[in-house]
């Protein structure tokens, strides 16, 4: 990165060189264990996310160690109480550490990180609050992208009125794009798409049980959509959907500044 920053300052290079050297990969070696792609969020817009499932205490301890120390912040996803109780240990004194009610990642800030913001703005829709462990990570994600994020909770079609409100407060903040998180048969995203004209990321969970439970029959549901303009990740992938999500929205939010 230095002798990019030299070629530029001696004129060796334009800026917009510059700025494509600087977004090829760089990896960081962690101890043997882990290449991090610290320049992830330089090249594409997206942070790099540790995924702690399965992963030592110790070795995940050393991968957010290196991530603070080389971009000051951390974002780990799937961690179990042992792995949170030793973070909460090693980084609770140094650091800023956000948890969140329902899902199980954590998001590990030194006290100099500066988040950005874009102006981009991402709704995120439940239909049920089984499913809020799904859309906090979509949420945390789109959040740290720099986007403002709205959320709605338990407007599934059991109860197709209570949807009305719901949407409707989504559509009066403007949302340039749309998460919709539902198990069971996976209807509400289908219905939404067929109501509003905002792209829309349909997440399957596996809040069902059964004969396509776990979030089977909500995924084939929403592969099958008769509704348009709707695009699909996997079961619980409430991360891919915020990434697409705030990706969208802070394309939206570049168009905007660009037309004051």
């Known amino acids: 990165m230095r002798e990019i920053l030299e070629k530029l300052a001696r004129g060796i290079i334009s800026v917009d060189e510059a700025e494509k050297e600087l977004k090829l990969d760089v990896v960081e070696k962690v101890a043997g264990v882990a290449r991090l792609d610290v320049a992830r969020e330089i090249r594409r817009g997206v942070p790099e996310i540790v995924f702690g499932e399965g992963k030592s205490v110790d070795d995940l301890v050393a991968i957010c160690e290196r991530m603070l120390d080389k971009k000051g912040r951390a974002i780990v996803t799937r961690i179990d109480d042992t792995q949170l109780s030793r973070l909460q240990e090693q980084f609770g004194t140094t650091s800023d550490i956000r948890k969140f009610s329902h899902s199980r990642s954590v998001v590990i800030k030194r006290s100099n990180f500066s988040s950005r913001r874009t102006g981009g703005r991402v709704g995120i829709l439940t239909a049920g609050t089984v499913d809020l462990a799904v859309a906090e990570d979509a949420g945390m994600i789109a959040d740290e992208m720099g986007c403002t994020t709205y959320l709605e909770a338990d407007a599934g079609v059991a109860g197709i009125h ?58 084939m549901a929403m592969l099958q959509a008769c509704s348009l303009g709707l695009a699909v990740v996997n079961i619980d992938s409430g991360i891919a959907a915020g990434v697409v999500a705030a990706q969208i929205a802070n394309r939206a939010a570049k168009a905007r500044e660009q037309r004051t």
């Open 162 to 219: 209570r949807l009305i409100e719901p949407l409707s407060n989504l559509i009066k903040n403007d949302v340039d794009s749309l998460i919709v998180v539902a198990g069971r048969e996976g209807a509400l995203p289908t219905v939404v798409a067929g109501l509003v004209d905002i792209p829309l990321i349909a997440v399957p969970a596996s809040s069902g049980y059964g004969y396509g439970g776990g979030g089977q029959a909500a995924l």
